[in-house]
């Protein structure tokens, strides 16, 4: 561990000092701290401390805890190579910006492009991504498992009770919360929207018959992590990742969709979320996560959307007319890159606007905005939760194809295969700290043979270890833009406007921009980065760390 890290590690120890400055007035329980502790017989040493156990988070040689202020004196006297992390607070999208049920009537169905003649709903996105080409050709993600970590599932919708030709597909639910295998089901609506992206096999009439989903043909599994208010934390994340990876060959589980982001406050590799998904990744499960809906200013990706291994996925937006693809652009919302560890992020970008999917009318986020309901089981709703969901749709489609492809394998064919947005001139309408190699192509991914163009120059199994880190290509010119090998400088603005992607064409050939070198042959390219000053965590426990944020379709 170098002695960068090391101040890292030590500082966010120190950061919990502020915990325990006060105690309670005499006659009261003592307080009781939530925390994530890392490190060889972490479970035992919290016990003997007097604390209590509360998740199993073996995935990252951890357990989350409970201790008061004495006990954690304790366990820190006794055994000061623990890493001590807060148990940090995440909350799904629509949690932190509109409490108030929407005022707002329901729109009118008889006005809506997506409601057929049988007055039942269709989506376009599959057609748009060349998953529905794929459909017809007999690839639908039969025989590959989609993990979610999120809300649950709306198990009882039946385009998700069952898989395309009528089979029952959800295969097991873990409630991670409580940690163990139980309902998984959602009343809040996120995890089912996700969901439903993915894996709709409901064929409308009327919809040219066309699956509503991605991958109408896989199984499912459901791993309940955050509550019906969409809150959770990352103990349960955390633990909901350590069961998947732990039950990944019991039930073939290949793709973990994972939609959500919290703020950075570490380097990627001393997260422990990160960790959690890195270790899912070297176990052989494409991961694909959001980039978050904090855009669209630079650097502004989160957590896990920062790790360099994972497929991160930015939203493109069809301005409201979903069968007109020449007027579809970025969607303002979508985070960019580059990472504060100066990785070219996202790597792709999918639709992520004016999505339609299912929600029952019962579910929280129905009710707290009921003029996006269509029809009377689907929902329309925008960000990057929705564009992940669209890549694990297609990963899994890919996976079906070629089952022998690893992780590293569908990262490098979907940005191989992906189409930038160009302008007028023929130039980059979007940077690719913006678009990254553009929007994915369902059909180019799954018939392309290209190989070794991701995550060159990693190390996962090295940088669990500890042994070695990494940095990316981008860097700072001299007038201050961000800049990675073989790509054009960007100022960090959002260039409005209507672009198509289709009149893009890959161009990754031979391309450095994603390629990772050691940490350490290098020196921190940037100024001010709050964890280089050593101090990578917030020392309040309660902080409420918003993960997809409710955005208005635009």
């Known amino acids: 561990m170098n002695a960068q890290l090391r101040t890292i590690v030590l500082a966010g120890v120190a950061g919990l000092a502020g915990l325990l400055a006060g105690h309670p007035p005499t006659g009261q329980p ?87 003649a049988a007055g039942e709903v269709y989506t376009v996105y599959p057609t748009l991504v060349g998953a529905a080409a794929l459909h017809a050709a007999g690839i639908d993600g039969y025989g590959v498992t989609v993990a979610t970590v999120d809300t649950g599932v709306w198990k009882s919708f039946e385009g998700l009770e069952e898989r395309a030709g009528g089979a029952d597909r959800m295969l097991v639910e873990f409630d991670a919360r409580k940690g163990k295998l139980g309902s998984a089901n959602d009343k809040h609506g996120h995890g089912t929207h996700v969901a439903s992206i993915i894996a709709d096999s409901t064929i409308p009439d009327g919809g040219g018959a066309r699956y509503n989903g991605i991958a109408p043909g896989v199984d499912l599994v459901a791993v309940k992590a955050f509550d019906d208010d969409g809150l959770g934390s990352y103990a349960d994340v955390i633990q909901g990742l350590t069961w998947v990876v732990a039950n990944r060959e019991a039930y073939g589980i290949r793709v973990l969709n994972l939609s959500f982001s919290a703020p950075v406050r570490s380097p990627y590799w001393d997260d422990p979320l990160n960790q959690a998904v890195m270790a899912a990744w070297q176990a052989g499960i494409v991961v694909v996560v959001s980039a978050g809906n904090g855009g669209p200013a630079p650097m502004t990706l989160g957590v896990p959307a920062n790790l360099p291994y994972a497929i991160t996925v930015g939203a493109m937006t069809d301005h409201g007319t979903p ?112 678009q990254g190699a553009g929007l994915i192509d369902a059909w180019a991914a799954v018939h392309a043979q290209a190989s070794g163009c991701a995550n060159r120059g990693l190390d996962v199994g090295r940088d669990l270890a500890g042994v070695e880190h990494y940095r990316g290509p981008a860097r700072l010119d001299a007038g201050g833009a961000f800049v990675a090998a073989g790509t054009p400088a960007w100022d960090g603005t959002f260039r409005a406007g209507e672009y198509a992607w289709f009149d893009g064409v890959p161009w990754l050939d031979g391309v450095p921009w ?41």
């Not at 998740?55 to 201790?67: F, T, V, Y």
């Not at 000053?533 to 944020?549: K, R, Y």
């Open 30 to 116: 003592a307080a009781r701290y939530a925390l994530i502790v890392q490190g060889p017989g972490a479970a035992d040493a919290v016990r003997a401390a007097g604390g209590r156990v509360t998740h199993d988070l073996g995935l990252i040689d951890a357990a989350g805890a409970e201790l008061t202020a004495t006990e954690l004196e304790r366990l820190r006297g006794r055994h000061p190579r623990l890493r001590l992390y807060p148990d940090r607070r995440l909350a799904v999208a629509g949690e932190d910006d509109n409490q108030g049920k929407d005022k707002d009537k329901d729109k009118d169905e008889d006005d809506d492009p997506v409601v057929a």
């Open 323 to 434: 069968e007109d693809w020449t007027d579809d652009c970025l969607a303002s919302f979508s985070a960019a890159g580059p990472t504060f560890e100066a990785f070219v992020k996202p790597e792709v970008v999918a639709p992520g606007g004016h999505m339609i999917a299912a929600m029952s009318k019962k579910q929280k986020l129905s009710g707290l905005h009921p003029r996006y309901r269509v029809g009377d089981d689907y929902f329309t709703m925008s960000g990057t939760s929705q564009a992940a969901a669209v890549v694990s749709g297609v990963a899994a489609l890919m996976l079906q194809a070629d089952p022998g492809l690893s992780p590293d394998d569908v990262k490098c064919r979907l940005i191989a295969t992906a189409r930038p947005a160009v302008d007028d001139a023929g130039g980059l309408a979007f940077s690719v700290f913006q």
């Open 514 to 554: 994603l390629d990772g070198v050691p940490w350490l042959d290098g020196v921190p390219w940037l100024d001010g980065v709050p964890w280089l000053d050593g101090v990578p965590w917030s020392p309040q426990l309660s902080e409420t760390a918003s993960i997809n944020l409710w955005v208005e379709p635009e």
